[in-house]
């Protein structure tokens, strides 16, 4: 394992952490990095490439961990939240909630799984996502409500969970982005920015980290000695990277709200385009 390829397994890591919960798709920036650039198939193998993705996406959920650890100690029931983090209602989202949030797009994952990873991976399909995702975006943002009646996760009703569960389905089709989709779906029904990005964070983790470590279960093997400085580096790196830029997405959020990244992902598409065709 020479240096140069931990320097590659750093500059995927920080990718991976710096798109995955933006609403830009972290695919898209795969394509432009990797595949274009760093083509990490090349030196480790088509197999072995895989398997570090899915090891470098482990390291974005645990920033998320990281950032809701008092959430999720609340919602599994092992504690307090502190007073500050408290609606005035008393009311606190339920673990159930986010079940019901993750129910449409985990049952059609399930059913699907096999046919988009074989039929929908591909630089066509992924431009459509960025651009529909875009349009998505825009939407959200121009139509939503201008006074958001949900204003904390813990304000959120079950019908608003089941609604942008529904609408992060469209998060199947590679390049639209699982938080650019539940993001405007938890705006278009009256979240704020902020409440939307909190519930999209949250409901990432259990489904992000249930289809990596069943992916890990599939490719075992491929964690080799000679693979493993690759993988914590591109780990450390994920981890790092995404739990900045998590922190500050949440900062900036309802400031500038949606439209920037879809500018952002229709000049992703421009750039694309160009590199491949």
């Known amino acids: 394992m020479d240096f140069l390829m931990l320097i590659k397994a750093i500059i995927l890591g920080l990718v991976e952490g710096l798109t995955e919960f933006a ?21 480790l193998g088509k197999y072995v490439a895989n398997t570090f993705k899915i090891v470098i996406q482990l390291g974005s959920i645990l920033a998320v961990v990281v950032v809701f650890r008092n959430r999720f100690i609340d919602l599994l029931g092992l504690g307090r939240l502190n007073k500050k983090s408290v609606s005035a209602t008393n009311n606190r989202l339920k673990l159930s909630q986010v079940i019901v949030g993750l129910i449409p797009a985990g049952i059609l994952g399930v059913l699907f799984e096999d046919y988009i990873d074989e039929h929908l991976f591909s630089i ?17 943002d121009v139509f939503g409500p201008k ?6 996760v813990d304000q959120i009703t079950y019908k608003q969970a089941f609604t942008v569960g529904l609408i992060q389905c469209l998060s199947l089709w590679p390049g ?30 259990p489904i992000m980290a249930g289809a990596s470590f069943i992916s890990l279960l599939k490719n075992w093997e491929y964690f080799t000695l000679d693979a493993m400085p690759f993988f ?10 995404a739990l900045l830029s998590i922190r500050f997405f949440l900062k900036l959020i309802n400031k500038i709200k949606l439209v920037p990244f879809a500018i952002y992902r229709i000049l992703l598409v421009v750039v694309i385009y160009i590199v491949y065709f």
């Not at 875009?134 to 939407?139: F, K, N």
């Open 124 to 140: 066509e399909t992924v431009l459509i996502g960025l651009v529909v995702g875009a349009i998505l975006m825009i939407i959200a």
């Open 176 to 205: 639209f982005s699982r938080s650019g989709s539940t993001i405007s779906g938890g705006v278009l029904v009256g979240m704020s920015h902020r409440t939307a990005s909190d519930f999209t964070f949250i409901m990432a983790v």
């Open 147 to 152: 006074q958001p009646k949900t204003e904390t």
């Open 232 to 241: 914590i580096a591109g780990f450390i790196s994920a981890f790092v990277f």
């Open 23 to 43: 609403p830009v798709s972290s695919t898209g920036h795969m394509i432009i990095v990797d595949d274009v650039w760093l083509q990490s198939e090349e030196f």
